[in-house]
């Protein structure tokens, strides 16, 4: 497995530091720890400096690989492969390009980078890299996980959900629960306030028995797939916004991660997980990994602005 841990300096980049470390990776697992220098720009906005590669002889630069390295000193004596990397560019758009060049298998940051605002409870870089990444992205706010919530919503890419998770390592010994969302049982105010009052709420009222019956047999069929591949799991089918489900239900069982995907389907039978995805990060105290739809249309092809390594 190829682990892209990005180091900033920060707490949340501890945070991130400490659950690799937690962790039990798959054997011969390697982590290539990255830290991101912004260029530095003019007054005028042009850039003040620019690097040649490899990068002799510039101070700044040779003081952060130094302290990369201090930084990750104890995740090598774990008995993982660790190399350590310092760019300059774009803090988001160069992680996804590094990501692309190693064709990393999970990317791994904190929630809030050194430059974000303390108030802030997700840094700008973090929800662009969960959102646009090439591969699954695991944003910790937890040093450990213990007991993981994963987020289904009956669709095909659900079940790919399903098989990642089943194949993921490092969650073998967490107790693993499945969650799905109903629409709500109370009609919303289109349907009240519509004609034809009775035969509207008798169909919505169907329709609604009917998805929370398709959710139950694709939870209960998910966990046992899960507990198959050894999984300590169990299944449930809430009710309401799926995003505030997710987040109530992790904050009531003490859940330290929430795996979300970014597609899903819409409609009475489903949610778009690329919200509700969004959502969690936001409001969460809960680790989130987000897994992508393979060649997502919705990530972004951007070519890092980098001038610089420090190898």
């Given at each position: 497995m190829r682990i892209l841990l990005a180091l900033d300096g920060s707490q949340g980049a501890e945070t991130a530091r400490a659950l690799v470390m937690a962790l039990s990776w798959p054997r011969g697992s390697t982590i290539e720890a990255v830290r991101v220098v912004e260029p530095a720009y003019g007054s005028f906005g042009e850039p003040g400096i620019v690097f040649e590669s490899p990068v002799d002889g510039v101070p700044g630069l040779i003081a952060e690989r130094r302290a990369l390295e201090a930084e990750v000193g104890d995740l090598a004596r774990g008995g993982q492969a660790v190399t350590t990397r310092v760019l300059v560019g774009r803090p988001a758009a160069t992680l996804m390009e590094r990501a692309r060049e190693i064709h990393a298998d999970l990317i791994v940051m904190g929630s809030r980078g050194r430059g974000a605002i303390a108030s802030i409870v997700l840094g700008s870089v973090s929800a662009e890299v969960a959102m646009h990444a090439p591969c699954p992205v695991l944003v910790a706010r937890t040093t450990s996980v213990t007991r993981t919530i994963i987020a289904?919503?009956?669709?095909?890419?659900?079940?790919?959900?399903?098989?990642?998770?089943?194949?993921?390592?490092?969650?073998?010994?967490?107790?693993?629960?499945?969650?799905?969302?109903?629409?709500?049982?109370i009609p919303g105010p289109g349907i009240l306030l519509g004609g034809g009052f009775g035969l509207q709420v008798a169909a919505y009222e169907d329709a609604v028995d009917a998805a929370r019956r398709d959710l139950e047999l694709r939870a209960r069929t998910a966990s046992a797939r899960l507990a198959a591949a050894g999984l300590d799991v169990t299944w449930s089918v809430l009710e309401g916004d799926a995003a505030a489900a997710l987040v109530d239900a992790a904050e009531r069982g003490q859940a330290d991660l929430i795996v979300v995907g970014t597609h899903g389907r819409t409609g009475l039978t489903g949610f778009v997980l690329g919200s509700v995805a969004r959502n969690v990060l936001v409001h969460t105290r809960a680790s989130v990994l987000v897994l992508h739809e393979p060649n997502d249309p919705g990530a972004v092809e951007v070519a890092a602005t980098a001038t610089a390594e420090v190898a």
């Amino acid at each position: 497995m190829r682990i892209l841990l990005a180091l900033d300096g920060s707490q949340g980049a501890e945070t991130a530091r400490a659950l690799v470390m937690a962790l039990s990776w798959p054997r011969g697992s390697t982590i290539e720890a990255v830290r991101v220098v912004e260029p530095a720009y003019g007054s005028f906005g042009e850039p003040g400096i620019v690097f040649e590669s490899p990068v002799d002889g510039v101070p700044g630069l040779i003081a952060e690989r130094r302290a990369l390295e201090a930084e990750v000193g104890d995740l090598a004596r774990g008995g993982q492969a660790v190399t350590t990397r310092v760019l300059v560019g774009r803090p988001a758009a160069t992680l996804m390009e590094r990501a692309r060049e190693i064709h990393a298998d999970l990317i791994v940051m904190g929630s809030r980078g050194r430059g974000a605002i303390a108030s802030i409870v997700l840094g700008s870089v973090s929800a662009e890299v969960a959102m646009h990444a090439p591969c699954p992205v695991l944003v910790a706010r937890t040093t450990s996980v213990t007991r993981t919530i994963i987020a289904l919503d009956g669709t095909p890419e659900a079940d790919r959900i399903v098989d990642e998770v089943a194949a993921t390592g490092f969650l073998a010994h967490a107790h693993v629960q499945v969650i799905s969302v109903a629409p709500s049982a109370i009609p919303g105010p289109g349907i009240l306030l519509g004609g034809g009052f009775g035969l509207q709420v008798a169909a919505y009222e169907d329709a609604v028995d009917a998805a929370r019956r398709d959710l139950e047999l694709r939870a209960r069929t998910a966990s046992a797939r899960l507990a198959a591949a050894g999984l300590d799991v169990t299944w449930s089918v809430l009710e309401g916004d799926a995003a505030a489900a997710l987040v109530d239900a992790a904050e009531r069982g003490q859940a330290d991660l929430i795996v979300v995907g970014t597609h899903g389907r819409t409609g009475l039978t489903g949610f778009v997980l690329g919200s509700v995805a969004r959502n969690v990060l936001v409001h969460t105290r809960a680790s989130v990994l987000v897994l992508h739809e393979p060649n997502d249309p919705g990530a972004v092809e951007v070519a890092a602005t980098a001038t610089a390594e420090v190898a």
